[in-house]
């Protein structure tokens, strides 16, 4: 059974930072590429930043130069960090894990950002 965990979201001022992980189970996690999305309410859900099974990391332009995402295949765990967070930001994150047609997802965390 594959399990995707995220953790690490919460209530932070504007300008504050937050770590996201997320800890993978039922996958061998160093195949997949990872990614974390969010969707805040009222909206679709969009990509925030993804990592490829090499490490090669990705991110829209919202998060470019503020979130880094890392991942540690010894952990079975992918990070978001995020820093200089804005209202914007508040949403629901969720980790991904995808290798050809097989995509699988976490619940999500709640972000949320106070001006």
């Known amino acids: 059974q594959v399990q995707l965990v995220e953790s690490g979201g919460g209530l932070v001022q504007a300008g504050g930072s937050l770590r996201l992980s997320c800890a993978a189970s039922g996958i061998i996690f160093s195949m997949y590429a990872l990614g974390w999305y969010r969707q805040a309410p009222g909206k679709q859900r969009e990509l925030v930043a993804t990592?490829?099974?090499?490490?090669?990391?990705s991110y829209a332009n919202s998060a470019k130069g503020r979130f880094t995402i890392s991942r540690d295949n010894a952990k079975n765990t992918v990070y978001l960090q995020m820093n200089s967070l804005k209202p914007e930001d508040t949403a629901v994150y969720y980790c991904?894990?995808?290798?050809?047609?097989?995509?699988?997802w976490g619940q999500g965390t709640q972000v949320t950002v106070s001006s």
């Open positions: 991904n894990a995808n290798k050809w047609t097989y995509d699988y």
């Open positions: 990592i490829t099974s090499g490490g090669s990391a």
